[in-house]
Structure formats: C-alpha cells, structure tokens
C-alpha cells in the first residue's frame, strides 16, 4: 500500500489465486484479470515480483513482451524493479529471473512427483478416487477401509459370477435392486446428466470389478504419470515401473476367489482366433432409426454368423428401452451395396448429367464449420458474461468467496473445451481441399466403386452420410448427395 500511496496510484481491483501454481495461467482470478484489461477497466498490472505474475518461463513473458504492451498496460515488479514504462536495471535480468522462478516450478515438481512416488512404493494411496467397494480413512486419507455401502456389493458380484451368473446378468440383478452404480457415487448430479441411463449397470462395469486385483488387498500404482511438470497429457509407464503393494489394505475377497473368477472369465473369452481383429466395412455407419444409437455388431456362436443389433435394446432390452432390430450383418452388406451400386450405374450412363447433380449439390464443408466456430465463438462469450455475473454476486455478498472459486473455475473448464472444439475445427478447414478437388476425387471414388468387389471404408465414406434400420428391418440409406436421384 505504502508504493501506492507514493505514487499515486489507484486501486481498481486485487485478483489473489491462493492454492493455484503459477505455472498455471487458467486460475481463475487471472482469467478475471485478463478479462477486466479486454474490457478496459485497467491500464497498470502491480505484482510483489516476477514470481506473482507466474512461474512459466514462456507464458509469464508471452504476458510482459507481447500482451500487456499491445493493451497499453503498465506492469511493474516492485521487488524485482521492473517496470515496463521505464528503462530499469531490474528489466536487463528480467530474462533470468524468469528462468529461475520456471526452475524454482520445475524443482517443487520433481520433489512433489518424487514424494508421490515413495508414497506410492510404501503402499499408501495417492489416488482421486478410491474404487468401488472402499473409501478413505476418516483418519488417515492415505489407507483405503472397505466402504459398508459398497463393499458388500463387490463380494456379491464376485459370488454370483462364481456360481454361474454373467456378467450381463449380474448388472440385470443389480439394476433392477436399484443399488447405485459406480458411476453414480463418482460423477455428481451435473455430470450425470452427460451419461448414458447412469442408473443401470453395465456389464463392463462389472467386469471391471471382476477383474481388478484391489479387491484382493493389491495396490497398483503409477501405472501412468504425467508427461512433465507443464503437460498435464499422461503416459504410460512400463509394467516393470508399476508400484505394486501387498495386503496394502483389508481385501474383500481371498486370492483364490479372484483368480477362480478370472480362469471363468478368460474361458468365456476364449473365441475363435479367425473373429479377432475383423474390420467391418458398415461397422461406423449403421444407426437405429428408433432411438439413434449405434447398430452393435456381434458373432453368434450357434448359427456361426454376425449379426447386428440396436445398442441401446441390446444393453438395456429388460428396461423397456427401444425395440430388437436383429439383422444378419452379411444379408445387409449385400443389400447396402446393391443398393449403392444400382443408384452409381445411373451416373455411368449419363456422367454429364451426374457431375452436374454433384456441382448443383455440393456444398462447401467449411461454411457448415464456419458456423459451428461462431456458434461456439457465442457461447464463450456468454460464459464469459456468466463469470463477470458471479463476480458482481461474490462482491455483493450473495455467494461466498469458495462458491465463486468453484463455480468460476467450473466455467473456466468449459471455456477451455470450447476453445478446444473451435480449434479443432479449424484445422479441418485449413485440411479441407478446393471445390474442384473434391469432385474430381468424388468421381474418382465412384468409378473405384462399380469397379471393386470389395469396397473400402473409404470409398463408404465419400458415398454414405449413415444407414438407418427401422424396427421393422427396412434399410434407409442417407447419401452424402441428397438429391431426388439418390432417394
């Protein structure tokens, strides 16, 4: 306050990050900072020293070099007598100053990752979250105890598999006692509403009970770790680096139970080696008209043929949710090409006529991903206003200061997944080629099409937008040309 005073310098507003690194530059009092200089409310930035702006080296002078001088903004560094109005002796080391406060970072990383790391080795749980069946000691965060809710329900799994049920079955068990799924106690009420009908139990959630060996008392750990102290994208590590420890915690089941379960399961996963790795051509393309999910794809055994199905009715068919649309996969290869093929011939007989319903048709790609980019472009803009909101509630006093950190950064999450979405469709824009191009390699596909016996997923691609069964197995084939030719 007493630097100031004696420079007359007027407060506007603090922006203070307690608990955030500063190596991170999406804290949420930053973020309001860069907000109030977008809209002009301030002309100076004032910190202790370089270290309070932040620790990275790249970003903190990305801020000083290129932003704050093309917003006219002042920053001054009291301690480390910096100030970007003036030519000072403290700017000459500014260079080196940043380099030590990223080392500083990257030091605190590696005794922090190493710490972890001896912990882990120790036997003591470092996880987010603990798995279903066990929670935290009230007492100690770092031992796992059996969860009395949950725990008796992993014993259960594990007994009726035992005794002959599936796990299809077992999850059918379970749902229909309206025990809550494992998804459910780990997402909250906001998250849920992204997941599909959270309240049943899926079979692969009971199959990853079945067959994780923390059930047995066996903690592993480290199995994979971020790629450095500024990535936050993981890695795998090798299995010989993994942090395995013995009767770390009290087990639900013994050993031999567990391994009981698993020769079961690998016995019902012992299929034909001739049906792995199979590519299905119509695998991506094929959607149930009823309720939209993807059309499943699966090998019976009894009549040794693949066959497809509704997901949705496949998975959860005892709920009442869609209907059964079985079809012989084979028979509906054949019968989509056929289709195909009879719609290309046309083009063959009049190819004029044809490339002219192509030009007439075509539509340019990134107009369609120019307007998703606006659309998302709005839609941060309005979060954006979301945050200012919760800003005006926290300083009139309607919520308190931990809500608005939690609601702030909850916003700020999604802003970054939305910058995300927009940069990813540009990069499709920038990939997309000319008009002329694109007809010429459409065209190209065609011919290749009548041609071959065998088409690929690709040629499928540049033809089909998606194939729809209905419930009564009729074939609605929607074409990447819509025009009265292709109906």
Known sequence: MGFLKANGLQIVDEYVDDGYSGGNFNRPSFQRLIKDIEKGR????????????????????????????????????????????YETSGSDMMPFKLSMNDMYAKDISKKVRSNLLQMKKDGKFCGSVPAYGYMRHPDN??????????????????????????????????????????????NKEKSLNKCNHPQIWKHCSVGNILKNPIYTGVLIQHTSQNINYKVKKRKKVAKSEWCIKENAHEPLITKETFELARQIKDKANNYKEDRRNVEYILADFVYCKDCGAKMSISYDRKRNRVTMNCNNYRKFSKYGICFSHYMNYTKLEKTVFSKIKSLLRQYTNDK????????????????????????????????????????DDKFRGIISADTYQRLYSQTAEEIKGTQAKIKRFRNEINSISDESLVLADYLIVVENFLEMKNPTKEMLNKLIAKIYVTKDKKIEIHYRIRNELLV
């Open 42 to 85: 301030i002309n100076m930035v004032l910190t202790k020293d370089l270290s309070r702006l932040g620790r990275d080296h790249i970003q903190t002078g990305f801020y000083i070099e290129n932003y704050f001088p093309e917003k006219a903004i002042r920053y001054i560094a009291v301690n480390d007598d910096i100030d970007t109005f």
């Open 141 to 186: 965060k770092h031992q796992l105890i059996p969860d009395p809710k949950t725990a008796p329900v992993v014993k259960r799994i594990f007994d009726l598999y035992i005794r002959g049920y599936g796990s299809c079955a077992i999850a059918e068990i379970l749902t229909k006692e309206e025990i809550p799924t494992p998804i459910m106690l780990k």
């Open 352 to 391: 004029e006529e044809f490339v002219k319903i192509i030009k007439e048709d075509y539509t340019d790609p990134k107009e369609e991903l120019n307007k998703k980019i606006n659309t998302l472009t709005k839609s941060i803009e309005n979060l954006k206003l979301k945050q200012d909101a919760l800003y």
